[in-house]
Structures are given as structure tokens and as C-alpha cells.
Nanobody, 115 residues
Framework: VQPVESGGGLVQAGGSLRLSCAAS????????MGWYRQVSGKQRDLVAH????????NYADSVKGRFTISRDDAKNTMYLQMNSLQPEDTAVYYC?????????WGQGTQVTVSS
């Protein structure tokens, strides 16, 4: 199963975007899930993750206080609310399992923040 990310775009510094990640069936159920981002030529980094029950979230220091991860397993959808965006947040964003066996990687969604 391959998640489908959406919601990216071009935004000015200080702006906001809400990313969505959808998958078929009960792909997310029982899994800790995360949002990753990758700048061209660099490794893919985990920036936020949420436990299978949604009760605990964790964030990379670079996005803490600005990004919020959430999930709705009834809709097989996960979200990343991104506020106070900065040019250094520019990357392709992906969703996937935060631990254990990874799902197939989706195409990601491009986020570009202009200064």
C-alpha cells in the first residue's frame, strides 16, 4: 500500500499549510506514523510522529512549536499542520510508518517557502 500525500505548495515565510496523507483500507491502524521531509541530495528526515492511538506526538527540534501532527484512522488519513513556515522548511514531505516495517513510499508533496 502506498500513501498519497497532498496539500503542499508555494507559500511565503510566516505562512501556513496543511498536509494530508491518505491510504486505502486500514493501513494506518495500529501503526505509529510519521511525517518525513527530504531536501534534494540529502537524507530523508523524520520531523513528526504520532503513536498508534494518537495520544503521544513528538517533533524534531526544528519544527517543534510550529508543526502539529494528527490522525483520523476512521478516514485512514493523517495530517500535518504547518505554521510559521520558514525557507528552511522547503522540502518534499512524505508520510510513512514511524517505526517497524515501512510502507511503500509515496510521491510526496512539495513544500516551497519563499523569503
Amino acid at each position: 500500500v502506498q500513501p498519497v500525500e497532498s496539500g503542499g505548495g508555494l507559500v511565503q515565510a510566516g505562512g501556513s499549510l496543511r498536509l494530508s496523507c491518505a491510504a486505502s483500507g486500514s493501513t494506518f491502524s495500529g501503526r505509529a506514523m510519521g511525517w518525513y521531509r527530504q531536501v534534494s541530495g540529502k537524507q530523508r528526515d523524520l520531523v513528526a510522529h504520532i503513536t498508534s492511538g494518537g495520544e503521544i506526538t513528538n517533533y524534531a527540534d526544528s519544527v517543534k512549536g510550529r508543526f502539529t501532527i494528527s490522525r483520523d484512522d476512521a478516514k485512514n488519513t493523517m495530517y500535518l499542520q504547518m505554521n510559521s513556515l520558514q525557507p528552511e522548511d522547503t522540502a518534499v514531505y512524505y508520510c510513512n510508518a514511524a517505526a517497524g516495517v515501512k510502507l511503500a513510499w509515496g510521491q510526496g508533496t512539495q513544500v516551497t517557502v519563499s523569503s
